[in-house]
């Protein structure tokens, strides 16, 4: 009979192992794509409405913050994900990614251009 302490070191282990190598994919796509380092204005959806500023490039992504319309935000950098770029905004403590289209800088918008 396995030692209990053994076993639930190993499935410890095991499950450690998972979680960085997921944390590590994450990274390498949200370091994948364009800096930019510039501002923006949210734009390109409803007055009344809000943008949601999800954890993750997706839309699927928890929403943690949302922002309204006519903000300027700091972009930081934006990826292609999906056939949409998706930019990792900030603006005071909210820090997040929203979809590219929903971002103008002059005439144009992030899902429009790229550098």
Known sequence: MPNTNVVSKIVLSLATAAMLSIGLAATEASAAG???EDTAITDNFPQWDRLNIRKWPASHS???AHIKRDRIVFVE???IKQGADWCKIRKGWKQGWVNGRY???GYHT???HHP
């Open 77 to 79: 950098r934006c990826i």
């Open 103 to 105: 971002l103008r800088t």
């Open 110 to 112: 992030f899902a429009e």
């Open 62 to 64: 928890k929403k943690i």
């Open 34 to 36: 364009y800096h930019v």
